[in-house]
């Protein structure tokens, strides 16, 4: 069963965070194989809560694109460096490929051989000489040992087709010759007081006795094959190892986990036919091939707490959206098929889950009832914010009794870990909780970051000014501004870049200016985006 993605938004806030790792365990609870992830750095906030309740940060996952591993190549498709060269043959033959990659013993990537490679070397290469094995030799000519002193056979190759007489008196055999003959014992007792490195037998001849003996002193290594003995040295050189007419320069490989979109263009610009699949150690795990780009595994996904691309991962069009449980407003995120769509009015995600929970009669473990209460408070603002429901409170209750805290005290210590701006620089609080809209085509970014001090931001709010109006300037914002939440007081304060002044003017009063303090107005999704929506 192929792993499904649980993740929440970019920026991810403690709701998105919490609610992936607890729908991750309810869906493995009803036998699916899921794990949860993170589309980004965790705050403060959320990293004070999975301490809390000792869960493990989830893993980061940078972009759900194409890879070469979603595809169905030929995987384990090589061969090894000293399989002989009439084995890779047959292996490309039979799979009906003309390039294979070579490997080592530890299946570590060497270089390709192509049909081309071997053709070559047959008609070209240098058939009086070889360099191989006692084994690739036995396997190629079908031949059976008779003597064996050496793994590694090298030699020059002679075929015994003079007259005995001719032969013996015109070719001086030495330790370095490999003869290959047929039933002339005359000959083959000249090869084995020679010491020749290896004999070979053809066809119906044998070996007397008295010879094998001498062999044996003199340490031949002997091979006997029904192959005639023309078609015994026409197969001989197949022996040598593919490693011999190997291609080891210039050779494009694809890393596993390389884009397909990549593969694609490489593919149709070289025009090759078939590219090696490695690992990050260099080791060979098959071949792929443009046709192969056809037949592919998309990642499947389940999106939480949101479902708008521009709040997802890279590459989401790529993937296979299966669930997406969310509280916000429907957003851009369309799919090829019916899925499971669950969206609520309700102040969190995790307060969904908690129904999922109920009506699946799944029991929530004290450690995930801390995640969910903790993500139903954050976003609630411990029920301060006008998201809440009856739903959000009921859900609190139940689960703090889980989780075995006591709500409201752990709620202001969650906030107090959370709303720590030390250490921070300006950029980095306004991205904290920065989300991207398009309303009637302009393009509109609101940040919003919850504190008990918010005065560590207003006393230097020059500062925050100035960067909202280069933001705004450089990535063409019509409306760009900081909404700093005041946990004790249950309000925000607003910082904004020059052109969106007219804007917030029209939204909250003539006398508004830089960072005045909105009473009530703690909730971007409820009440800031819904205000600008309907002024736009």
Do not use: W
């Amino acid at each position: 069963m192929e792993k499904i993605f649980v993740f929440g938004h970019r920026k991810p806030d403690t709701d998105s965070i919490t609610a992936a790792i607890a729908l991750s365990h309810l869906k493995n609870e009803l036998g699916f194989n899921t794990v949860p992830m993170t589309l980004g750095e965790l705050n403060n906030e959320t990293k004070f809560v999975l301490d809390y309740f000792k869960v493990p940060t989830p893993k980061l996952l940078e972009d759900v694109r194409l890879q070469i591993k979603d595809l169905k190549y030929e995987k384990n498709c090589f061969v090894e460096d000293n399989t002989p060269i009439y084995d890779a043959f047959n292996y490309m033959n039979k799979n009906s490929i003309s390039n294979v990659p070579v490997i080592d013993k530890d299946k570590y990537f060497l270089g390709t051989a192509s049909m081309k490679d071997i053709s070559k070397d047959l008609i070209t290469g240098n058939v009086d000489e070889i360099s191989t094995t006692y084994e690739n030799i036995k396997s190629v000519l079908n031949a059976k040992e008779l003597l064996k002193f050496d793994d590694e056979i090298s030699g020059n190759v002679l075929v015994a087709s003079y007259r005995s007489t001719t032969f013996i008196e015109n070719i001086d055999l030495s330790n370095n010759d490999i003869l290959i003959v047929g039933d002339r014992h005359s000959i083959i007792e000249y090869a084995v007081m020679k010491k020749v490195k290896l004999l070979i037998l053809t066809g119906s001849s044998r070996i007397k006795d008295e010879h094998l003996e001498i062999a044996k002193k003199n340490k031949v290594n002997i091979l006997k094959t029904e192959l005639s003995t023309f078609n015994a040295a026409r197969m001989f050189t197949l022996s040598k190892p593919i490693s011999a007419v190997m291609n080891s320069e210039d050779i494009i490989c694809f890393n596993e986990n390389d884009e397909v979109n990549d593969f694609i263009d490489t593919a149709n610009k070289t025009k090759y036919s078939y590219f090696p699949v490695i690992n990050n150690k260099n080791k060979c795990l098959g071949t792929v091939k443009l046709a192969d780009a056809a037949f592919k595994i998309k990642k499947q996904v389940i999106l939480v707490d949101h479902n708008e691309y521009e709040q997802s991962v890279d590459g989401l069009e790529e993937a296979d959206i299966v669930e997406i449980i969310d509280h916000h407003k429907i957003g851009s995120i369309g799919t090829s098929a019916p899925i499971n769509f669950r969206n609520m009015p309700v102040g969190s995600t995790n307060t969904i889950l908690y129904l999922m929970y109920k009506e699946n009669r799944i029991t929530i473990p004290k450690e995930i009832a801390g995640l969910m209460l903790s993500g139903i408070i954050s976003d609630t603002l411990l029920f301060a914010s006008p998201t809440t429901t009856d739903l959000d409170k009921e859900a609190v209750e139940n689960l703090a009794k889980l989780a075995g805290v006591n709500y409201r005290d752990y709620g202001m210590e969650m906030f107090k870990a959370g709303s720590s701006l030390a250490g921070k620089t300006t950029e980095q609080i306004l991205y904290t909780d920065f989300k991207k809209f398009n309303i009637e085509n302009r393009r509109v970014g609101i940040g919003q970051v919850s504190t008990t001090s918010p005065t560590d931001i207003l006393n230097i709010k020059e500062e925050y000014i100035n960067m909202l109006n280069d933001v705004a300037v450089n990535n063409e914002y019509n409306v760009v501004a900081l909404f700093v939440t005041d946990i004790i007081n249950n309000g925000s304060y607003i910082l904004y870049s020059d052109n969106s002044e007219k804007i917030f003017k029209e939204c909250y009063g003539e006398d508004l200016e830089e960072a005045k303090f909105l009473p009530g107005i703690v909730s971007r999704k409820k009440q800031i985006i819904p205000t600008l929506m309907d002024y736009i």
